[in-house]
């Protein structure tokens, strides 16, 4: 079943990481910073492309995992002092557990409804953090002790690496046989129930492994980033970058997120001069690209295959 | 006196609420878009009124008016730029339309918010009230301002009550929003409704804008907050049901205005999420939803 | 016709009712399948039949009634658990992976219901290659669905049902958007099925179509069971015609030649419409005279509803549709409906939550006061009950009423052709004999021209001047109702 994507795709996937790998060594700190960020940015974009992509799922809120992962992370080690890995490790359980207690209400919802409980549920957190700023630091955000490393060349490969074992597992999930059934499931439920796949049970599966991802990169970034904040791990305009890099990237392609991500945060820092209008920027971007492109960069490319 | 007090500050902050959601649910339950750049339009009316006033120096009426203008620009702007090309795209499948929609009208909002921090700092403004001056109901010292903001909002949505059910115009409307395709049997073309649909929109997301405005005062910032609370109180009444969105907005105004009181300013919008979180658990259409 | 039944039925449906809220879709079905065997479920829109399918598969949840497959009480379980216990279906509307080839959409029903099956299956990829061969999809295994003809998604279909050698195969619709050579070969593939030793049952709404292909037959109407036996004993079953042609036929034609347009005031020329890739409407022509009442005959799924939908600008066409001189393409629905082609759909399109007072006002909108007034008196004149149910919401009319005032509301736009899709479905005869007394005071009362489509021949040929009979996406008889009534009504069930 791989056997398709063996040749071309793989070799230059690759060939792209070994280049990505040899960065540090001619390039300034300040850029291996910003393709850090892109990197779990990539993760953030991947995951949610699973869910959405596959199971059908969209999830309006990828930062409520997320930041549930980060700020789990970050309060473990600020006021408790936990092992930087024991922080990360419980991040992303605590990322998982609440996956598994938002999707199992949303799941039973169809519509609007389950993308709706997705958007309430980043509310709550936002609010939860606001409101017991001693333990979370409120809207000035968490200060964070520990940090994974204060070589920038080193933060690098720890991300990059991260980024290309996530995304082989979840590539690989995508195209085994569990992501076919969750393909099938997502595309047409009552079909798929009568070829014998209990849906609810291969969509909450999907979406815990989605939350796994999410809440990893966030704990990880936060350790990075050396603290945990509202603007970076929880609103809503920070998920919705998320949402549009998987788009950007290509829909249903997995790999697609990591390309929409690097591409976002390179254009955003390429605005930079323009100030304010940076954010605008790149959002009147997106939406042309929505409007104009749904199918992304990697989506078109991928098309054009399933034509001949 | 307290209970007094919050009372009427509960009635008014409540119906500044129940006029946004107002507007909010007529996009959903007709076009069936959830609009989520809602607050960056009522944010729009807002800074437009205070520059009228400030930079322009018009009197305050003028300025209410330059406010609705802009807010009417804005949500048109948001039906033909981000729903319409998708609703109308060959390119998107049609299960995919609604996200695709979702996401558009949420960066377009962000588009709005920016533009307005850019051209106008996203520092607070308060817009000059129309009515000036402090009334005593009860006992209790209300600014005349208040009183205004409850009243005015309850006129328009009493006219628009009108509106719907007693002219060709608003019954058509009602009518596409039962059954589109009805509408179409009978002569109606569905584009032209929207376009009135979204003008009406425009008009009351304005409104409750400017009146917010000279209320409490925006920042560019309230943009988010202020399309969340909307949303909630949307979500808690029912998708589509006007009368539930009327319900749910006094029910959070009361809950944020008590406390704020009773408990503290900042955690005013606490319980008004867990009752969501609560109706999402038990009966996720919301108290009198449809669709 | 051979068939390896055997004597205890493997399945067993007793007293199957489904009810949606106040509609009951199923009443006390009751029906057995041996191995061996294959079982015709037919009906008209609206009889139950697919919703009795469903019920059995477990895509919808009895509300009653027991399923029991090899002794064993199916009724209530999910579709999944269903399917695993030996059961496999045939949807009318092929949905497959389009990213993926044929061999891996087999492959996919072949899958275990488990999240641990990470790494391929060798011997899955086999057993899918028997399979395809078996349906005749050896030749495309390696392309991917969207490059294949519409027949071979059919196939694909049938694939993925039997992948796991299921005892009972259930097919919805079997031959819907197949051409005739198609439908012999499909036919031969339900046999082989069947001589294999499973149990299959059809949902179709067309006896004629199914009657050389099973064994047994129920007719169903209204959710309920009208009689069940050998195909050929429920074609000439007195209930069953009555039921779905209505009874003794009389005719009151006017001949083509009293029309005194020049030119036919609707014009339709070879059109063909295609719903993906099955073809809905094969080169159909029609025409209609200014004043003519014409009448297409044809049972559900014939195309009908295409027709008047394509008419009315709802779908696009090739071929063209000229009115007055002037071609028709181009036109949206609303400007087709503006223009005086009203259509008063099968669904009835009603405003539910209004009353039937403000539904006709919506009708009457482009009116000024005084002319909506007095049209809607004449139609309160025609159909009195309107006038004492005005204040009632729509949708809490009975069926009847309700198919009232959605002929009333296309009147009240006063068009110059009104369409009418199917109007009897589902209604009493003492309802029908109201509409029938209405459409009559139509015909001679008003310069209205009138198309309808029917399958109920009872209703559709008194008041008709010509019928076209409408089967399989084509034209394939046009005349004048007497002599219809004389050559095809026989054979038309």
């Given at each position: 079943m791989p056997s398709r994507f063996r040749s071309p795709l793989l070799w230059i996937t690759l060939a792209v990481l070994v280049i990505a790998a040899t960065l540090p060594w001619y390039v300034s700190a300040y850029i291996l910073g910003l393709l850090t960020v892109a990197y779990y940015f990539g993760v953030f974009a991947m995951s949610w492309d699973l869910l959405f992509g596959?199971?059908?799922?969209?999830?309006?809120?990828p930062t409520f995992l997320i930041g549930v992962g980060a700020y789990t992370a970050g309060i473990l080690n600020s006021h408790?002092?936990?092992?930087l890995y024991l922080c990360v490790a419980a991040g992303a359980l605590a990322a998982v557990v609440a996956g598994f207690v938002l999707a199992l209400p949303a799941l039973r919802l169809r519509g609007p409804y389950f993308g709706l409980t997705t958007l309430v549920a980043v509310l709550i957190l936002q609010s939860f953090v606001v409101v017991f700023a001693d333990l979370t630091g409120g809207e000035i955000g968490l200060t964070i002790p520990?940090?994974?490393?204060?070589?920038a060349g080193v933060n690098y490969w720890i991300a990059l690496g991260f980024m290309a074992v996530s995304g082989a597992i979840l590539f690989g999930l995508a195209q085994s046989p569990v992501g076919l059934i969750l393909q099938a499931s997502g595309q047409d439920p009552v079909q798929a129930g009568a070829l014998g796949f209990n849906i609810i049970k291969h969509k909450l599966a999907a979406f815990i492994v989605s939350a796994f991802f999410s809440g990893l990169a966030g704990a990880l970034m936060v350790f990075y980033m050396g603290t945990a904040s509202v603007g970076t791990v929880v609103d809503l305009a920070v998920g919705v970058q998320v949402i549009v890099a998987a788009v950007l990237g290509?829909?249903?392609?997995?790999l697609g997120g990591a390309l929409g991500a690097i591409f976002l945060i390179v254009a955003g820092e390429f605005l930079r001069p323009t100030g304010e209008l940076a954010t605008f920027i790149v959002s009147s971007v997106a939406l042309l690209v929505i409007l104009f492109?749904?199918?992304g960069f990697l989506g078109a490319v991928l098309s054009r295959g399933t034509r001949s | 006196m307290l209970a007094l007090q919050i009372l009427i500050d509960g009635f008014a902050i409540s119906a500044l609420y129940a006029l946004g959601a107002t507007g909010f649910t007529l996009i959903f339950g007709v076009s069936?878009?959830?609009?989520?750049s809602h607050g960056a339009v009522m944010v729009t009316a807002a800074v437009a009124a205070w520059a009228a006033g400030s930079?322009?120096?018009?009197?305050p009426y003028a300025d209410a008016l330059v406010g609705l203008l802009a807010a009417l620009i804005a949500a048109m702007a948001t039906y033909f730029v981000s729903v319409q090309p998708i609703q109308h795209s060959?390119?998107?499948p049609g299960e995919e339309k609604e996200i695709f929609i979702l996401t558009a009208t949420l960066l377009w909002g962000i588009m709005l918010q920016e533009l307005v921090a850019y051209f106008f700092t996203n520092n607070a403004k308060t817009v000059l009230p129309i009515v000036q001056g402090v009334v005593s109901i009860l006992g209790v010292r209300t600014p005349r301002n208040e009183v205004f903001t409850a009243i005015v909002c309850w006129a328009v949505i009493g006219l628009l009550w009108l509106l719907v059910n007693r002219t060709k115009m608003g019954k058509t409307v009602l009518a596409a929003s039962m059954n589109p395709r009805g509408v179409t049997l009978l002569g109606h073309e569905l584009t032209h409704i929207y376009i009135v649909v979204w003008a009406i929109y425009g008009i009351l997301a304005g409104i409750a804008g400017v009146l917010l405005g000279m209320f409490l005062g925006v920042s560019s910032y309230s943009a988010g907050p202020l399309t969340a609370s909307a949303f909630a109180i949307v979500v808690l009444g029912g998708l589509g049901s006007v009368s539930g969105s009327l319900i749910a907005a006094y029910v959070v105004g009361y809950l944020e205005t008590l406390t704020a009181y009773l408990i503290s300013p900042a955690y005013r919008s606490i319980p008004a999420l867990l009752l969501l979180v609560v109706v999402m658990y038990v009966r996720p259409q919301g108290l009198l939803g449809r669709r | 016709m051979t068939s390896t039944w055997q004597?205890?039925?493997?399945l067993e449906v007793r007293g199957l009712t489904k009810a949606f809220g106040g509609l009951?879709?199923?009443?006390n079905l009751s029906l057995s399948l041996s191995a061996g065997e294959i079982f015709g479920l037919i009906g008209p829109n609206g009889s139950g039949k697919s919703t009795a399918m469903k019920s059995i598969m477990g895509i919808v949840r009895p509300t009653a009634g027991q399923v029991l497959f090899q002794g064993e009480d199916l009724a209530g379980l999910p579709a999944h658990k269903i399917a695993r216990r030996g059961f496999g279906m045939v949807f009318q509307h092929s949905r497959p992976l389009?990213?993926?080839?044929v061999l891996e959409n087999i492959m996919v029903a072949l899958l275990?219901?488990?999240?641990?099956?990470v790494f391929a299956d060798p011997s899955l990829t086999r057993r899918a290659r028997e399979i395809a061969q078996r349906v005749g999809l050896e030749p495309v295994?390696?392309?991917?669905?969207?490059?294949?003809p519409f027949a071979d998604l059919r196939r694909l279909e049938l694939a993925k049902a039997i992948a796991r050698h299921p005892k009972v195969v259930l097919v919805d619709?079997?031959?819907?958007?197949?051409?005739l050579a198609e439908v012999s070969v499909f036919s031969e593939l339900i046999r082989s099925f069947r001589d294999e030793g499973r149990a299959v049952l059809l949902v179709d709404h067309n006896v004629k179509s199914v009657s050389a292909l099973v064994d047994r037959v129920l007719a169903m109407y209204l959710g309920e069971e009208i009689v069940t036996g050998r195909a050929d004993e429920v074609m000439r079953d007195e209930t069953v015609r009555r039921v779905y042609l209505g009874g003794a036929i009389e005719t009151a034609a006017r001949p083509e030649?009293?029309?005194?347009?020049?030119?036919?005031?609707l014009q339709v020329e070879n059109i063909s419409v295609h719903y993906g890739k099955a073809q809905?409407?094969?080169?159909v022509s029609i025409h209609i005279h200014q004043r003519e009442f014409v009448s297409i005959v044809?049972?559900?799924?014939?195309?009908k509803t295409t027709l008047f939908n394509t008419i009315s600008g709802f779908l696009p066409y090739a071929g063209e549709i000229v009115r007055g001189g002037q071609?028709?393409?181009?036109?949206?629905p609303a400007q087709v409906a503006r223009s005086g082609i009203v259509q008063c759909p099968?669904?009835?399109?009603?405003?539910?939550?209004?009353s039937v007072r403000e539904n006709l006002d919506l009708g009457g909108q482009h009116l000024d006061d005084t002319e909506r007034e007095s049209q809607l008196a004449w139609l309160f004149d025609l159909f009195p009950i309107l006038r004492e149910r005005q204040?009632?919401?729509?949708?809490?009319?009975s069926g009847g009423e309700q198919q009232m005032l959605a002929i009333g509301r296309a009147l009240m736009m006063k068009p110059e052709i009104l369409i009418l899709d199917?109007?009897?479905?589902?209604?009493a005869p003492v309802i029908l004999e109201q509409l029938s007394k209405a459409l009559e005071k139509l015909r001679q009362t008003t310069p209205i021209t009138v198309l309808l489509g029917e399958q109920n021949v009872t209703f559709a040929l008194?008041?008709?001047d010509r019928v076209y009979v409408l089967e399989h996406a084509r034209i394939v008889w046009e005349g004048d109702p007497g002599r219809f009534a004389r050559e095809a009504g026989v054979d038309y069930l």
């Open positions: 596959f199971a059908g799922e969209v999830n309006f809120g408790y002092s936990v092992e520990d940090v994974l490393s204060i070589n290509g829909r249903r392609t997995v492109f749904p199918n | 069936g878009v959830l609009n989520l930079v322009l120096h018009l009197n060959r390119r998107i | 004597a205890t039925p493997i009951t879709a199923v009443k389009n990213r993926q080839t275990p219901d488990s999240l641990l099956k295994l390696d392309r991917r669905p969207p490059t294949l619709e079997p031959f819907a958007g197949l051409t030649t009293s029309f005194k347009d020049k030119v036919p005031l809905a409407l094969n080169n044809g049972l559900n799924g014939a195309g071609r028709m393409r181009g036109l949206t099968e669904t009835r399109e009603l405003f539910g939550e209004m204040a009632q919401m729509a949708q809490t009319l199917e109007p009897t479905l589902g209604l008194p008041h008709a």
